[in-house]
């Protein structure tokens, strides 16, 4: 199975490498030229563009920054098409958007699938994603291998779209579940708790999630380089998932309450940092100076 992934970032990078080491060949294209470079030593192939790894691949996985990125990605896949190709968008976007890359490959004979993912840079690698698979359910089937060389489970979901529905609940819960985190952390810390006995104790308990494991231990340490999720990409999933919900009728007021705290740590400077850096605008906020 030739397998191509475009956008090797954080989390493309950590795809390929497991796919790599599954046994899988890999030709991958970043707009960044050290990503290139990393795909090559690991054992990639690295291409000089999305068409190029359009032309050398069956299966192509797409994980991408914005809009304006998969559009031009899909209008260079368009280029070279050919009969059978199956492109998997795992990226974070407006349900409208995927729709309407999927029906510009589908004129071309190209199947789009809209499977975005549940889990973190570090969790990618280590294979602990989890695919949110919708579409086809043909072109489904014959990535289930692929999919199961970078994660440890795929859920299918149904019609085109319903992917990204479910992405965005998940996200929902994780925006919420991280400022939580770091409020819960900043109590216990002005409170005079050890910020390494608040991690190990709480991660025991009835008030321990997903996202306080991987987060939490951040949070102690005050560090929040090399992120695995930066703030700036997540304010754009946090727009995406807002607008999504007013356009329901779906009132969010957990989530919207968030909004306030990523926004104080980007124009804090920490956009470039993991989002485990809220804990450090909540600290500000409650007079805690660390050393």
């Given amino acids: 199975m030739k397998t ?3 956008g090797i970032g954080i989390m493309g990078s950590a795809i390929a490498r497991n796919l790599i080491a ?6 991958g294209f970043d707009i960044a030229r050290h990503r290139r470079e990393e795909l090559a030593a690991m054992g990639g192939s690295a291409a000089g563009s999305a068409a190029e790894v359009a032309a050398a691949a069956d299966i192509i996985l797409t994980s991408l920054p914005s809009i304006a990125a998969l559009d031009e990605t899909v209008a260079a896949i368009k280029s070279r098409a050919r009969p059978g190709m199956i492109v998997s968008e795992l990226s974070t976007l407006p349900i409208e958007v995927k729709q309407r890359n999927h029906d510009a490959l589908a004129a071309a004979g190209i199947a789009l699938l809209d499977c975005p993912l549940s889990g973190t840079g570090a969790q990618a690698v280590t294979r602990d994603l989890v695919v949110y698979a919708s579409g ?3 072109a489904y089937e014959r990535c289930r291998e692929v999919f199961a060389g970078f994660a440890r489970l795929t859920q299918y979901l149904g019609a085109f779209g319903n992917g990204s529905r ?5 996200n929902l819960l994780v925006a919420i579940h ?12 002005k409170a005079g708790l050890a910020a390494e006995d608040i991690v190990k104790v709480i991660s025991s308990g009835a008030g321990n999630s997903r996202v306080f494991e991987l987060r939490a231990p951040l949070m102690a340490k005050g560090d929040y380089l090399p992120a695995t999720m930066k703030i700036d990409i997540w304010q754009k999933d946090m727009a995406v998932i807002g607008d999504f919900a007013k356009s329901l009728g779906v009132g969010a007021p957990l989530f919207a309450a968030t909004v306030p705290i990523y926004n104080a740590a980007i124009g804090s400077g920490w956009g470039a940092e993991d989002t485990a850096a809220v804990c450090a605008v909540l600290e500000r906020m409650a007079g805690i100076e660390r050393r």
């Fill in 166 to 170: 479910m992405k965005f609940v998940a």
């Fill in 178 to 189: 991280n400022v939580a985190t770091a409020e819960a952390m900043v109590l216990g810390m």
């Fill in 4 to 6: 191509g992934v475009i």
């Fill in 136 to 138: 086809d359910r043909a």
């Fill in 22 to 27: 599954a046994g899988m060949p890999v030709t």
